[in-house]
């Protein structure tokens, strides 16, 4: 019985430990070579793990806060947590107000509207078994309707203007720039129809 007790304290204890060490590493990686590497953060697990085997052990209840507070890859999580859930709830398909549906060639193009006043960009390309090229790309962003017009700014400062032009028929506008510098997010004379969910 004691080594089942004793399973999960060693299992509580890998997981803090795993993000422990690829913390530092990737800290030392940004100090060294000033080149980004991603840390593994496992949350929950390990402190979940080890409070089990104090509750089994018959530790003090006041000592079950200990591993939480410990474990870097949980705190990272809790930190994270409101800004993923804010991301998410900004494009939700709860909070969608329009969807339009554009074809190009071998692109097609999904843009959702939401409530928030953000938008949402999927890009897609249909692309010929061994045929090699980008296969999907995303974009967000804020926008805002005035009349018969939507204009949307990407996140990272791109504009195009939606201009009606029939019934639930919108035509695109982009500057330049856009096709210029980044052809994949281009949608220059695109027509986007409006659908229903």
């Known amino acids: 019985m004691n080594t089942l007790f004793d399973g999960f304290l060693i299992f ?28 593994v953060f496992i949350p929950i697990i390990g402190p979940l793990s080890i409070n089990i085997w104090m509750l089994l052990s018959g530790k003090a209840f006041w000592l079950f806060i200990v591993p939480w507070l410990c474990d870097i890859g949980t705190i990272a999580f809790l930190l994270i947590t409101p800004k993923l859930f804010r991301d998410y709830w900004r494009t ?51 926008f805002q309707i005035l009349h018969d017009e939507i204009f949307l700014e990407s996140d990272s400062g791109q504009r195009r203007v939606l201009k009606k032009q029939k019934h639930k028929s ?12 980044q052809p994949d997010y281009s949608l220059q004379e695109w027509v986007f129809e409006e659908e229903k969910d």
């Open 170 to 181: 919108y035509k695109v506008s982009e500057s330049a720039e856009i096709g210029e510098n």
């Open 92 to 142: 939700s398909s709860l909070n969608k107000v329009m969807l339009l549906i554009g074809n190009y060639d071998k692109q097609t193009a999904i843009l959702s509207l939401h409530r928030t006043g953000s938008y949402k960009l999927k890009k897609n390309w249909k692309r010929n078994p061994g045929e090699l090229g980008i296969i999907s790309l995303g974009e967000l962003g804020h």
């Open 12 to 39: 509580g204890f890998i997981f803090p430990s795993l993000s422990l060490l690829t913390g530092i590493l990737s800290g030392i990686t940004w100090i060294i070579r000033k080149k980004r590497s991603s840390p």
